[in-house]
C-alpha cells in the first residue's frame, strides 16, 4: 500500500509560480511511475503529466508544455511539479498519482493510488 500526500498548492496571480510535492510512502517508490491529474469544478478530472520509475521519461498534456516540469527524487520518495506562468484557467484541484510499472497513462482509472489533492487557484 503506498499513501500520497500532496502539498504545495495555494493562491498566485497569473504569471505566478507554485512547486507542489507528493511524497510516498513506502519502500518501493521507485518502482512506481507517477504523475498529476487535476480537475476544475464543473469540468472532468484530466491528466497533466507523467513520469517514468528512473525519471528519465516525461509526458505532458499540451496545455501545460512549457509552462509545467516534473521531476522526482527517488531518495526522497517525493515526486514534484513546478508550474510556471500560471493562468486562471490553471485553476484546480491537483492529485498526485502512482502506478506499478513504467510508461505514463492518460486515465485516472489506470493508476494504483491516488492523493486527496491540494487545491491551486490562479487569479487574473
Known amino acids: 500500500q503506498v499513501q500520497l500526500v500532496e502539498s504545495g498548492g495555494g493562491l498566485v496571480q497569473a504569471g505566478g509560480s507554485l512547486r507542489l510535492s507528493c511524497a510516498a510512502s513506502?519502500?518501493?517508490?521507485?518502482?512506481?511511475?507517477m504523475g498529476w491529474f487535476r480537475q476544475a469544478p464543473g469540468k472532468e478530472r484530466e491528466f497533466v503529466v507523467g513520469i517514468s520509475r528512473s525519471g528519465a521519461n516525461t509526458y505532458y498534456t499540451d496545455s501545460v508544455k512549457g509552462r509545467f516540469t516534473i521531476s522526482r527524487d527517488n531518495a526522497k520518495n517525493t515526486v514534484y511539479l513546478q508550474m510556471n506562468s500560471l493562468k486562471p484557467e490553471d485553476t484546480a484541484v491537483y492529485y498526485c498519482?502512482?502506478?506499478?510499472?513504467?510508461?505514463?497513462?492518460?486515465?485516472?482509472?489506470?493508476?494504483?493510488?491516488w492523493g486527496q489533492g491540494t487545491q491551486v487557484t490562479v487569479s487574473s
Open positions: 498519482v502512482a502506478r506499478v510499472g513504467d510508461g505514463s497513462r492518460p486515465k485516472w482509472e489506470e493508476y494504483d493510488f
Open positions: 513506502g519502500r518501493t517508490f521507485r518502482a512506481y511511475g
